[in-house]
């Protein structure tokens, strides 16, 4: 009998262990996300992307929602239930992380820009079309994220104590998150950059 308890005190621990590692890797990537984020906006504004700058505003915002509920749920729920939420976003986040449109797609597109005159109606033309195809990609993965929000929501209510306070409590400290990166993307007064020839630093792989 002894043994059984010492084995199951043992397991609950090891539980734990794994869920306060998990909660510190989830503080970590959130951190480096919007870090990159906020470099990737930074370009944009500086390139005169103001849509994609939109755009990547809007993923941060999404990404941050996903991250605080899955805080919460490392807090507070089980590890299977824990797993639950992970599997959904597993293929998502590889695909997320496994970006050939950006990694691959876009310089290619950058190379061929290189080959008009710079500041013709050509080159601007081609230079607009960039944009928009990037701003259609991350809207995209957006809205994939966006389309998983029912299920993620329905074990986060079933593990949260108040439903009500802790989507409240989400929506103000992302809110707040975002309101900091507008302020800094307001602040920021660094001149149009001329358009990059044959690659792009914007990268949203997070």
């Known amino acids: 009998m002894a043994e059984i308890e010492s084995a199951a005190k043992l397991k609950l621990a090891g539980a734990e262990n794994d869920r306060i590692v998990l909660w510190k890797e989830t503080q970590m990537e959130l951190a480096e996300f919007n870090a990159k984020m906020e470099s990737a906006m930074i370009e944009a ?15 941060l915002k999404e990404v941050n929602v996903v991250a605080e509920e899955r805080l919460v749920l490392i807090e507070n729920a089980s590890i299977a239930q824990i797993k639950q939420v992970e599997n959904l976003y597993a293929d998502l986040e590889s695909d997320i992380k496994n970006d050939h449109f950006m990694a691959e797609k876009v310089p290619q597109l950058y190379h061929i820009l290189g080959q008009f005159p710079e500041g013709s109606a050509v080159f601007n ?3 607009k079309g960039i944009e928009l195809e990037m701003v259609a990609q991350i809207q995209f993965k957006t809205q994939q994220m966006q389309q998983l929000e029912t299920r993620r929501k329905s074990v986060l209510d079933s593990v949260a104590a108040s439903k009500h306070l802790i989507h409240q409590h989400i929506n103000e400290v992302v809110s707040l998150r975002v309101q900091q990166m ?13 358009a990059l020839r044959g690659s792009s630093a914007i990268n949203t792989s997070c």
């Open 182 to 194: 507008e302020h800094v993307m307001l602040e920021y007064k660094q001149p149009i950059m001329p």
């Open 125 to 127: 033309s081609y230079l």
């Open 45 to 59: 504004r500086a390139r005169g992307f103001y849509a994609m700058q939109q755009a990547l505003m809007g993923m």
